[in-house]
């Protein structure tokens, strides 16, 4: 049974910066690319960002290219998306799935909220 857990979302005040961390189970891990998604509220879920499972690539969407890394630990099956220079437009809920471009599972974690707000 594939899963995902993310965490590590709060209220942050504009400027600030986060970590999240995902970790997941129930495929193998080490060799698969794993992405970060956002769904703001009203909105449809979108890509954040990518990272294949040799770390070498990285993917960003444009509103947060410059603004974010992406790391993975293979050894812990987890993945990590540092962000920065919060805007208000980052409120939304983090979820990570497997893939580079776009989700390979239908299952989702329950996500993780990140509201940036003063």
Not at 32 to 47: C, F, I, N, V
Not at 86 to 95: G, I, M, Q, S
Request: proline residues 3%; aromatic residues 12%.
């Amino acid at each position: 049974q594939v899963q995902f857990a993310e965490s590590g979302g709060g209220l942050v005040q504009p400027g600030g910066s986060l970590r999240l961390s995902c970790t997941a189970s129930g495929f193998s891990f080490g060799t698969t690319d794993m992405s970060w998604y956002l769904q703001a509220p009203g909105k449809e879920r979108e890509l954040v960002g990518g990272i294949s499972a040799d770390e070498y690539g990285r993917n960003w969407a444009d509103a947060v290219k410059g603004r974010a890394r992406i790391s993975r630990d293979n050894e812990k099956n987890t993945v990590y998306l540092e962000m920065n220079s919060l805007k208000p437009e980052d409120t939304a809920v983090y979820y990570c799935n497997a893939g580079y471009w776009k989700p390979v599972y239908d299952s989702w974690g329950q996500g993780t909220q990140v509201t940036v707000s003063s």
